[in-house]
């Protein structure tokens, strides 16, 4: 019996021992964004420091400095850095993920507490078991069983795990930019398990994540607020200005107003359109996820296009108006409308910033109001892609079809991972996204759970990854 088969062997013999200690993270309500749970997200940290420390592994603790929440002062959470293997022969690989979590509730909706693991036949459902706690554990479980079954670790394997992810990952980069050519420094790739799959039953790759820039738009007019019945058609008012504005960004199937906005897009290559064939994606499933048809494209791979490889402009919100329930007949002084754009390759930010911005004001200018309009960027972060070609994603796709049985899709996301471009811009070297949970995870929202099947067979496969990269020619 081969290595990677005893190490197979010995996970399907420890499933219950991983799933308890799922269980033991699942119940350290280690959220973020709420400062009475700042002792928590510590704790969760120092677990974790613990665990790896008695599996062998060397581990920093970095400070990351202070955080200023809602008016309290808080320490940030630690950022555990570690190292399991030192061996100048082997490759190394640094893997990043997050132990902190979204806020949750029994009163937000859920079934059951979401601090206490709840195992059905088929699925763990607890905050943080897809997001990020299983797939960090599933790294600890791995170099664990490897020690457990007698079999010598394949690579060097580096560590990153962070406290704040789910609050911006506040105090990240900086330490990520410091520690480069220092702690980091020998890394050959990087591996991140912290999205999921296109659909729930067949495994992925992802090689692209979509930036976004968000937006201010704030119109102002009178001094104060004004009664309509005095003052309606008598002055400009800055709610009509705002939604005349916001009306004219993006078009109902989703096409983006703002002139030159796609001429820095990448085009399509035949390459490109042959990886949206066979993929687990459809529209009646989207459908369903959605409890309606909503969905504007006839062709699911145009959908799949607008959400990964084209850029998209959002609406969010208004502030300022009135929109408590009842009636309020008030004419707002200022508002302040919010939007987003999703930026791909090759768009630069700066370039998507100024044309927005002129578009907008020569648009205002077009209504000759009165009124003062400001177009405010309050965030700027860049896309990434990569080659699915790179021999990181060879390892891991050869990995993923070892514990499947099948060829994973290789797919991109709509959203943002800005880690991902921190670690490939900083350390100069190669990032896969591997996830370990389904697409209906339910991350972030009420219940959320991970299959047994996807946090054992995703322990099975970080491992295997990992034997991968060791047989694998990284410099081809």
């Known amino acids: 019996m081969g290595s990677v088969e005893k190490y197979f062997e010995l996970v399907d013999q420890n499933q219950q021992q991983f799933i308890e200690t799922l269980r033991e993270a699942v119940a350290i309500p280690s959220v973020s964004c709420d400062a009475s749970r700042r002792g928590d997200v510590v704790h969760m940290g120092e677990w974790l420091q613990a665990r790896w420390e008695a599996a062998g592994a060397v581990c920093k603790r970095v400070e990351p400095g202070k955080q200023d929440l809602h008016g309290v002062e808080l320490d940030l959470p630690p950022v555990i850095l570690g190292q399991y293997g030192n061996d100048p022969a082997k490759k190394t690989v640094l893997v990043y993920g997050h132990y902190d979590v979204q806020p949750a509730l029994l009163e937000d909706g859920w079934d059951t507490d979401p601090f206490t693991l709840v195992e059905t036949d088929d699925r763990l459902i607890g905050r943080g078991s897809t997001d990020d706690k299983g797939p960090v554990l599933g790294w600890l479980l791995c170099v664990e069983t490897h020690k457990q079954a007698g079999i010598e670790m394949p690579v060097n394997l580096k560590f990153c795990w962070e406290g704040m992810e789910e609050s911006g990952s506040e105090g990240l980069d900086a330490i990520i930019e410091a520690e480069a050519d220092k702690w980091f420094k020998g890394t050959d790739v990087v591996c991140i398990s912290d999205n999921y799959?296109?659909?729930?039953?067949?495994?992925?790759?992802?090689?692209?994540?979509?930036?976004?820039?968000?937006?201010?738009?704030?119109?102002?007019?009178?001094?104060?607020?004004?009664?309509?019945?005095?003052?309606?058609?008598t002055v400009h008012e800055p709610m009509v200005d705002l939604v005349h504005l916001l009306a004219k960004l993006v078009d109902n199937s989703g096409r983006i107003q703002v002139p030159g906005i796609y001429d820095q897009v990448m085009p399509v290559s035949e390459a490109e359109e042959r990886t949206y064939e066979g993929l687990e994606f459809s529209h009646t499933a989207l459908a369903s996820d959605l409890k309606r048809d909503v969905i504007i494209h006839a062709e699911e791979r145009d959908t799949?296009?607008?959400?990964?490889?084209?850029?998209?402009?959002?609406?969010?919100?208004?502030?300022?108006?009135?929109?408590?329930?009842?009636?309020?007949?008030?004419?707002?002084?200022?508002?302040?409308?919010?939007?987003?754009?999703?930026?791909?390759?090759?768009?630069?930010?700066?370039?998507?910033?100024?044309?927005?911005?002129?578009?907008?004001?020569d648009e205002f200018a077009k209504l000759g109001s009165k009124n003062k309009m400001t177009v405010i960027e309050t965030h700027a972060g860049r896309w990434w892609y990569s080659s699915p070609n790179h021999p990181n994603f060879v390892a891991g796709s050869r990995a993923t079809e070892k514990v499947y049985g099948v060829k994973p899709d290789l797919t991109r996301e709509g959203g943002s991972i800005p880690v991902t471009l921190t670690f490939e811009e900083n350390l100069g070297v190669n990032v896969l996204l591997l996830p370990m949970g389904a697409a209906d995870d339910g991350a972030h929202s009420i219940n959320e759970k991970i299959d047994k099947r996807n946090y054992i067979q995703g322990i099975k496969l970080l491992g295997a990854y990992l034997h991968e990269v060791a047989a694998t020619d990284m410099t081809a």
């Not at 992802?206 to 704030?218: A, E, N």
């Open 197 to 233: 799959w296109l659909g729930t039953k067949k495994p992925c790759l992802t090689h692209g994540l979509r930036g976004v820039s968000y937006f201010h738009l704030q119109v102002e007019g009178p001094g104060a607020d004004l009664h309509s019945g005095v003052f309606g058609g």
């Open 304 to 361: 799949l296009k607008h959400r990964w490889r084209f850029p998209t402009l959002s609406i969010h919100g208004v502030e300022g108006a009135f929109y408590a329930p009842g009636d309020k007949t008030v004419i707002p002084a200022r508002v302040r409308g919010k939007f987003s754009l999703r930026t791909v390759p090759n768009m630069e930010p700066e370039k998507v910033a100024q044309l927005v911005k002129r578009y907008l004001q």
